[in-house]
């Protein structure tokens, strides 16, 4: 039988792979798609721990986090197509320009 | 039984396609992957019975999130692989996962299971979509209108933020971009 516990190490481990992917990433875009596969994590668990404890506050919560998602990917992919433009280059090492 | 095997089928496959997301050195496998781990990201939600907020996954993720990063691609020279100066990837999958465990230890383990409880039941005889738009639109009215409010600022700043100097070309050189200026 399938129990909560599944479900949240699942989400869990999904969870480290996003954040394995913040980490090891330099790319700007590829970055993005890191942040996208933690709000899904939290959104499994969410799921889940409203259906294990019949409430619906869970699946409200992961409502309001697919509208956080899809608001920070329109502004996100706007800011780095002006990068983009002014820099040439997506690398976050190329756009260390700050170094003192 | 078959939630047992669509459980592990789910799990093992969407894991795999967000390792490939996230190693992968070409944007485009990482997109597609991303793509197809979020459809099966929705099973999970199929699987605990929230059918709206798997349908609404699908539409919102599958249909919106990708389309737009599908798009926003078309910007940015995505044919040769990203080339990134990664530290050593043992210490970053050490870092992560302890990360991950240590944020779990700080936040979550202090709750004992007994102290929850459910606040908002859902009606007992209503489908999944019913109950979801009765305790949304009464309990969570406020946060809903300012998640709209929240959608409408995102979209009004991507248009202004992408929408300047649309009649550039990225990827044409300064002089074709001067001399399409001139003819015009």
């Known amino acids: 039988m399938i129990g909560l516990n599944h479900y949240l190490i699942v989400?869990?481990?999904?969870?480290?792979?996003?954040?394995?992917?913040?980490?090891?990433?330099?790319?700007l875009l590829m970055l993005f798609f890191a942040t996208e596969i933690m709000l899904n994590a939290a959104n499994v668990a969410f799921a889940a721990i409203s259906h294990y404890y019949n409430d619906l506050s869970g699946q409200m919560f992961a409502f309001f986090i697919v509208a956080i998602a899809a608001s920070e990917v329109a502004i996100g992919l706007g800011l780095l197509i002006l990068v983009y433009k002014k820099q040439g280059t997506?690398?976050?090492?190329?756009?260390?320009s700050m170094k003192g | 039984?078959?939630?047992?095997?669509?459980?592990?089928?789910?799990?093992?496959?969407?894991?795999?396609?967000?390792?490939?997301?996230?190693?992968?050195?070409?944007?485009?496998?990482?997109?597609?992957s991303l793509a197809s781990g979020m459809v099966l990201i929705s099973g999970f939600f199929f699987l605990n019975g929230a059918d709206f907020l798997g349908v609404v996954q699908l539409i919102v993720y599958v249909g919106a999130v990708m389309a737009l990063y599908a798009f926003g691609m078309m910007f940015f020279?995505?044919?040769?692989?990203?080339?990134?100066?990664?530290?050593?990837?043992?210490?970053?999958?050490?870092?992560?996962?302890?990360?991950a465990l240590l944020m779990?230890?700080?936040f979550a383990a202090p709750i004992s299971p007994e102290v929850i409880f459910a606040s908002?039941?859902?009606?007992?005889?209503?489908?999944?979509?019913?109950?979801?738009?009765?305790?949304?639109?009464?309990?969570?009215l406020v946060p809903f209108e300012v998640a709209a409010v929240m959608l409408l600022i995102a979209m009004i700043g991507g248009i202004?933020?992408?929408?300047?100097?649309?009649?550039?070309s990225l990827t044409k050189t300064d002089e074709e971009n001067i001399i399409q200026k001139d003819i015009k």
């Open chain 1, 11 to 27: 989400a869990g481990l999904l969870f480290a792979i996003g954040l394995i992917g913040v980490i090891r990433r330099k790319n």
């Open chain 2, 160 to 168: 202004i933020l992408a929408g300047k100097k649309m009649d550039q």
């Open chain 2, 120 to 140: 908002v039941s859902p009606e007992p005889n209503a489908t999944n979509p019913e109950a979801v738009g009765l305790v949304l639109f009464t309990k969570y």
């Open chain 2, 77 to 99: 020279n995505v044919t040769k692989a990203v080339k990134e100066n990664n530290t050593s990837n043992v210490l970053v999958f050490v870092l992560g996962v302890s990360i």
């Open chain 2, 1 to 32: 039984m078959f939630e047992q095997i669509a459980f592990y089928l789910f799990s093992i496959l969407t894991i795999g396609l967000f390792l490939v997301t996230v190693l992968s050195n070409n944007i485009l496998y990482a997109m597609t």
């Open chain 2, 104 to 106: 779990v230890i700080m």
């Open chain 1, 90 to 96: 997506l690398d976050l090492d190329d756009l260390a």
